[in-house]
C-alpha cells in the first residue's frame, strides 16, 4: 500500500481514528509521518507495550464503588475483581450480573455497537444476502435521516430501490 501523502513510499504506518462512531484510516510513509509530527517508534518489546497498557486502564476502586465490588454471580461465584484479573467470565449470566459493568466495556470494544448482529454465510442463496444488505441500507438511510444529511439520504434510498428490483 502507498502512503496517502507522498505517494511514493511504501506506507509502514498505519493510524486508525474513532471519532463519533466514524472510523477513519490513514497509511503514511515513515518519511510523511515525521513530517505530520508522528513519533515513529520501531521494535517496542512487546513487555513494554502490554504494561504500558495496563498501567493507562483505571483501578477498581476508580471504575466501581465500593458496593459493586462486592457484586457476586449467584451461579458460579464470579466477582469483578476476578474477572479484573482473568478477563474471563465465568457463566454466560455474568453478562445479566455485571451488565452495568460490562456494558461500556462491550461498547468500546466493539466500536459502541452492543447488539450482535450476526455474519451471513458465504453458501447462503444471492436473495437472502440481498435482503440483510437492503436491511443494512435501511438502518443507514434511518442515521441519516436523523443527522438531516439528506443528501447521502436520497443517494441511499436510491440504492435501496435499486438493490429490490434484483
Given at each position: ?8 513510499n ?10 463519533d ?14 513530517e505530520?509530527?508522528?513519533a515513529?517508534?520501531?521494535?517496542v518489546?512487546?513487555?513494554?507495550l502490554?504494561s504500558s497498557?495496563l498501567e493507562?486502564?483505571?483501578?477498581d476502586?476508580q ?9 457476586k454471580?449467584p451461579?458460579c ?8 484479573k ?7 449470566y ?9 456494558l461500556?466495556?462491550i461498547?468500546?470494544?466493539?466500536n ?16 437472502i444476502?440481498?435482503q440483510v444488505e437492503?436491511?443494512?441500507l435501511q438502518r ?14 436520497a443517494?441511499?434510498?436510491d ?7 434484483k
Amino acid at each position: 500500500m502507498q502512503c496517502q501523502i507522498c505517494k511514493k513510499n511504501e506506507a509502514t504506518i498505519h493510524l486508525t481514528e474513532i471519532s463519533d462512531g466514524q472510523r477513519s484510516e490513514m497509511h503514511l510513509c515513515e518519511a510523511c509521518a515525521a513530517e505530520q509530527g508522528i513519533a515513529v517508534k520501531t521494535n517496542v518489546p512487546l513487555n513494554d507495550l502490554l504494561s504500558s497498557l495496563l498501567e493507562s486502564q483505571p483501578s477498581d476502586e476508580q471504575l466501581y464503588g465500593a458496593s459493586e465490588r462486592k457484586i457476586k454471580c449467584p451461579n458460579c461465584g464470579m466477582t469483578l475483581k476476578q474477572y479484573r484479573k482473568d478477563s474471563l467470565l465465568g457463566c454466560p449470566y455474568d453478562y445479566v450480573v455485571f451488565e452495568k459493568q460490562l456494558l461500556p466495556l462491550i461498547k468500546m470494544a466493539h466500536n459502541g455497537k452492543t447488539v450482535h448482529c450476526g455474519k451471513i454465510p458465504a453458501k447462503a442463496p444471492q436473495d437472502i444476502k440481498n435482503q440483510v444488505e437492503i436491511f443494512r441500507l435501511q438502518r443507514e438511510l434511518n442515521q441519516a435521516v436523523k443527522a438531516e444529511d439528506y443528501e447521502r439520504a436520497a443517494k441511499l434510498r436510491d440504492t435501496i430501490n435499486q438493490q429490490s428490483k434484483k
